[in-house]
């Protein structure tokens, strides 16, 4: 009876050290504990490359299944150090791995065309960069997780440009629009419009200084024409209200104002 029992002991400890090994997978060349090795595991994910202490470490290649795979430094089992990613969509990403995560320099180029080149931090686009979309449009400046945020500057296709902060990747705060045709606004941005304080020069030499709202010269301001005529006072959508008419005294070169 006893010696029944050892042997069934003794069965069942070699069907269980079976069952682990099914589960961890099997090494196909080579030396998958230490050395240079090609290992498979049960779901068949397949690494080539080196081993120690039965870890991938060193200089690899692990394909996944669904076809994504990365090839580059491993340290214990963890990507590590300089590599590439390249999912099965056709998305690549060449730079810094810590602890298995995107996270210092590196570029990551989209299926679609789009392109990024700069800092990241766990696997989210985060410190200085630069965004080129595929359509030409650029933004270089500040990311926090993924978000254009901070200093920056926006290049649009057709040469206009925005340079100043943004957050939450829309302009806010202050900033500088130039347009291709020769205007100019600076002053403050609210959810990506003009909002706030800010000076609006137009190429031909006219400004208007004062509030905005949504885009609009909206409340109080002047609009001074590039002879030096024009209006102070209130504004709504860009039309002037009610205030003051701007003159210039041509003899001595000094505004005169007019009740209006």
């Not at 214990?76 to 810590?98: C, H, K, P, T």
């Not at 570029?107 to 359509?135: H, L, P, Q, S």
């Amino acid at each position: 009876m006893k010696r029944g029992l050892k042997v069934l002991w003794f069965l069942l400890l070699m069907m269980s050290a079976s069952t682990v090994f099914a589960q961890e997978g099997k090494c196909i060349v080579g030396g998958c504990h230490n050395g240079w090795g090609v290992y498979e595991d049960v779901d068949g994910n397949r690494y080539k490359g080196d081993f120690s202490d039965g870890e991938m470490s060193g200089d690899g290649k692990l394909v996944f299944v669904n076809g994504d795979q990365y090839e580059g430094e491993f340290v214990d089992g963890i990507r590590e150090g300089v590599g590439s990613f390249l999912w099965a969509n056709g998305d690549r990403y060449e730079g810094e791995f810590v602890n298995g995560m995107r996270t210092g320099k590196g570029v990551f180029i989209w299926a679609n065309g789009d392109r990024y080149e700069g800092g990241f931090a766990n696997g989210a686009k985060t410190g200085k960069g630069t965004f080129t979309w595929k359509n030409g449009e650029r933004y270089e400046g500040g990311f926090v997780n993924d978000s254009m945020t901070g200093e920056g500057k926006f290049f649009w296709v057709n040469g206009d440009y925005y340079e100043g902060d943004f957050v939450g990747g829309k302009r806010a705060g202050r900033g500088n629009m130039y347009w291709v045709n020769g205007d100019h606004y600076e002053g403050d941005f609210v959810d990506d419009a003009r909002t706030g304080i800010g000076l609006f020069t137009y190429a031909n030499g006219s400004y208007y200084e004062g509030d905005f709202v949504d885009g609009e010269q909206t409340g109080r301001g002047k609009f001074i024409r590039k002879n030096g005529d024009g209006y102070e006072g209130d504004f709504v959508n860009g039309i002037f209200q009610n205030g003051k008419e701007v003159h210039v005294d041509r003899s001595e070169g000094d505004m005169q104002f007019e009740g209006f």
